[in-house]
């Protein structure tokens, strides 16, 4: 369609350029000038107005002035289309759209501000003498160090020296320019309102001691030595344009919308000859024809695939196979590829779906057909309510309990809004903390739990979460541990990285099945039992949490050698933190 559309466009500015350059590059060159030159003028003296009033109200001998010199209707309205001026009213409405907008505050250039839009920083008379005997001060000292130099006024009525001999010259140091480049009583005050609207614009950078100077050039105060936040210095040159037009809003008139049409004395257009008519029939036949046919063959290239996918769409839709062949290698072959794995995807969401669903079955139905049978049993008089019977009702229900709070976890998880309140915390403190928790559990079962942390070793995360994947990982040890084995808990920082391990003796974890440890209500008992004890999801969980506090975890395991799993967390502090 790409190369269609290109050899269609280029037959067709072929002709139209070949036609136009015989018919009309004449008129063309004969108009261009007075053109340019009209619209300049027109553009600089409505804006230089607009940039020198508060109002429009009197603008309308200015226009009429400019449609006499231009031979052109000249038409304003504000921008709710309220008529200002019109050079020559007509019933018919004004000519056409809007040309241009009339804006001293957004013009096109490197300074969106008009310079003749001064506002509160146009000086008073007596300042502006001060500051001419200045100028003509430092324009003598030039002149004696062999610079030549002038004085040049600025629309806000403050001098600037213009050198002649490039600005870089070493001897235009010799003259103090001090006096000249401090602001005025004028300027302070308007400078002091500019410098607290920057400020506010700003504000959510940390950056407040930006200081404007009379050429709107800018500086940051000495109070401001923290370190820039990254990006703010950039921001600082918009927010002190937009602090320039928040100032000279009120100075200036409004926008206006401006209208352009021919007037009396505009130039006339020209006829085509019958040549030009002919040749121009005769390339527009041509043109026609030849997009036509290249359309047709290309539409019925491009219309077979899409029908397929169409197809494939509506089977996807009845939940049947939605694989579509890939006969080409444009965009429309990799749209077909794309469809194709999105389907593949579909598919295997789908079954995932179904495994959860499967999986959550069966993970609730154990306890709670458990508690339906005990109470039954109760009913029935063949079991006691006594405090066992209780205690295995309450056994069950935390059981069934633990269950759900980890659906609900790694349900937040999956929607983003799985949340860490990080702080600072000594990772020795919080793993011995956790072996101590552990201990009892693990001298049951005849295993040694043993922790090697440093000292005074410091990170940012959140320490109940944190206590959870420590503890997940514990107790996943401690369980496929043999007696007479060993655990232990790990601390080491390097690279920039804090790692904390969890290595246990047991029996370890098969090659092939070290890709799913990960998984949701994966284990490693064919059977699903929990003779073993946990739900399915530890792991998951903690992967999650670990991602949330931007880090990872890893496993690694020899079959009948041990199980080591491996968190990383970005390593803050490796001292304790001194408090401001």
């Known amino acids: 369609m790409l190369a269609v559309s290109v050899l269609v466009a280029a037959c067709s500015v072929a002709a139209t350029a070949w036609i136009a350059v015989q018919t009309t590059s004449g008129a063309i060159d004969k108009q261009q000038d007075r053109l340019l030159a009209d619209d300049t003028l027109l553009l600089d003296t409505l804006t230089g107005y607009a940039a020198t009033h508060k109002t429009w109200d009197g603008v309308r001998p200015v226009v009429r002035d400019l449609a006499r010199r231009t031979g052109r209707r000249i038409a304003l309205t504000t921008q709710t289309g309220a008529l200002v001026s019109d050079s020559a009213p007509r019933p018919d409405g004004l000519p056409g759209r809007a040309w241009a907008v009339i804006d001293p505050l957004s013009v ?3 300074d969106p501000i008009d310079p003749r839009a001064t506002g509160p920083f146009r000086l008073t008379a007596a300042e502006v003498r001060t500051l001419n005997a200045y100028a003509l001060r430092q324009v003598r000292c030039l002149r004696e160090q062999g610079v ?7 629309p806000s009525g403050r001098p ?20 000249l480049k401090e602001p005025v009583p004028t300027e302070r005050v308007a400078l002091h309102d500019l410098d607290v609207l920057v400020a506010g614009c700003l504000k959510s950078t940390g950056l407040d001691g930006v200081r404007v100077a009379p050429d709107f050039s800018w500086r940051l105060a000495p109070a401001q030595a923290l370190p820039l936040r990254e990006g703010a210095e950039r921001r600082i040159p918009a927010c002190v344009t937009e602090g320039r037009k928040a100032l000279l809003k009120s100075a200036v008139a409004p926008p206006a919308r401006l209208f352009v049409g021919s007037g009396e004395t505009a130039v006339q257009g020209f006829r085509l000859s019958g040549a030009g008519i002919v040749r121009v029939v005769g390339a527009a036949s041509l043109v026609l024809a030849l997009a036509v046919g290249v359309s047709v063959l290309a539409a019925t290239r491009l219309a077979r695939p899409l029908r397929a996918l169409t197809d494939a769409a509506q089977r996807m839709r009845d939940g049947g196979s939605a694989l579509v062949p890939v006969t080409t290698g444009d965009e429309i072959g990799q749209l077909t590829r794309t469809f194709n794995d999105m389907a593949v995807h579909r598919d295997r969401l789908e079954e995932q779906r179904r495994v959860m669903v499967s999986d959550v079955a069966h993970e609730l139905r154990t306890p709670l057909s458990n508690i339906r049978g005990w109470l039954e049993a109760a009913q029935d008089g063949h079991v006691p309510a006594d405090e066992d019977f209780l205690a295995s009702l309450h056994e069950e229900a935390v059981l069934l309990q633990h269950v759900i709070d980890d659906l609900q976890d790694l349900a937040a998880a999956d929607a983003g809004e799985l949340r860490v309140h990080p702080e600072q915390l000594e990772v020795g403190e919080l793993v011995s903390q956790a072996g101590a928790a552990y201990r009892a559990r693990a001298e049951s079962a005849g295993v040694r739990v043993a922790v090697e942390a440093p000292r005074e070793h410091w990170i940012e995360g959140d320490p109940v979460r944190l206590r959870q994947v420590v503890g997940n990982l514990l107790s996943n040890a401690i369980r496929h541990t043999p ?6 808990l790990r601390v080491t920082a390097d690279s920039g990285l804090t790692t904390i391990e969890v290595a246990d003796t047991g029996a370890g974890i098969a090659a092939e099945d070290l890709p799913r440890v990960f998984d949701r209500f994966w284990r490693a008992e064919k059977s699903r039992s ?4 946990g739900s399915g999801l530890g792991l998951a969980i903690v992967r999650k949490l670990m991602e949330a506090h931007g880090g990872a975890v890893s496993v690694a395991s020899t079959a009948g050698a041990g199980t080591t799993f491996t968190l990383r967390l970005p390593d803050i502090h490796r001292s304790r933190p001194t408090s401001s």
């Not at 030549?148 to 600025?154: D, K, L, R």
């Not at 600037?160 to 006096?179: E, K, M, N, P, Q």
Request: with cysteine; charged share 30%; proline share 0%.
């Open 108 to 110: 096109n250039r490197a």
């Open 148 to 154: 030549e130099a002038t004085v040049v006024s600025t």
């Open 160 to 179: 600037r020296i213009r050198t002649f001999t490039g600005s870089d010259d070493r001897r235009a140091a010799a003259c103090d320019s001090t006096a």
């Open 483 to 488: 007696s007479g084995g060993s655990v232990t």
């Open 530 to 533: 929990r003779d073993t004890g």
